[in-house]
């Protein structure tokens, strides 16, 4: 399973990536294991870690932890928003 | 047009900067049925949001292309199930901007008022939660991104006892 990753506003600059395409390794199934997946390099990825504040989108759309990821998903990380 | 169509035709994510007076204008423009035009619009405060430490020479809003106006569309289409409208505009701008500059622009035309009012304080609470856009503001120290702020959240979730 493969998929894009994007990063944005302080994340984005924490880890120095925007985007990123991701082959999945078997056993990530939700948004929630791949957010551990990727905190679990360690380092500046410690910044999506388990009680940062991190929001997430699925193809465009705010979703919680369990819902489940796809081949070819577009996956977004990002802070709270701030705008108005 | 659809419905549909015309809601979705109201929103604008854009760097330009937008005439007040020409949205309101356009709102009503060549119909007879509108009886209320409310509207917001939103402007950079040098002392935005942090309220202490070093006053905000200028901000850049950064979004999320394509998830960005999908949301404001989403919040408009609600809008349109919880009251009874004639016609939206929202425009958001990103990219660089400095005090006095205006961020945000929220128009809503209906019959009377109650709707108009309602519904334009509705988007707007509903666009700072869930928007995807965030500032980052420039101090003599440096760039500062601002923190979400718990207020914008119970703003917006006042609306839901609506359901």
């Known amino acids: 399973m493969s998929v894009k990753v994007l990063y944005f506003a302080n ?27 990727l905190a679990h390099r360690g380092g500046v990825w410690e910044a999506l870690g388990e009680g940062r504040n991190v929001r997430a989108a699925i193809n465009q759309e705010m979703v919680g932890p369990d819902v489940a990821v796809a081949d ?10 701030t705008g108005g | 047009m659809s419905e549909i169509q015309r809601q979705f035709d109201s929103v604008a994510v854009q760097e330009a900067d937008f005439d007040v007076g020409d949205e309101i ?6 119909r007879a049925d509108v009886g209320a035009v409310a509207s917001f619009v939103g402007l950079v405060r040098a002392d935005k949001l942090s309220g202490e430490g070093s006053a905000v020479s200028a901000m850049t809003l950064e979004h999320y292309p394509g998830m960005t106006e999908k949301s404001l569309e989403a919040i408009v289409t609600e809008a349109y199930g919880r009251w009874s409208l004639l016609g939206t505009r929202v425009i958001h701008r990103f990219g660089r901007l400095v005090p006095g500059d205006r961020i945000v622009f929220v128009g809503v035309a209906s019959s009377h008022r109650g709707d108009a009012f309602a519904a334009c304080e509705f988007i707007m609470d509903y666009l700072k939660t869930r ?4 500032k980052k503001e420039d101090t003599p120290e440096g760039g500062r991104w601002v923190d979400a702020r718990e207020a914008d959240d119970s703003a917006a979730a006042r609306w839901d006892a609506w359901d």
């Open chain 1, 11 to 37: 994340l984005r600059e924490t880890l120095g990536y925007s985007h990123e395409t991701l082959t999945l390794p078997a056993g990530i199934a939700t948004l929630g294991d791949l957010r551990a997946h």
């Open chain 1, 72 to 81: 070819r998903d577009e996956i977004a990380f990002f802070p709270p928003v």
């Open chain 2, 25 to 30: 204008a356009t709102l009503s423009a060549g």
């Open chain 2, 131 to 134: 928007a995807p856009f965030w």
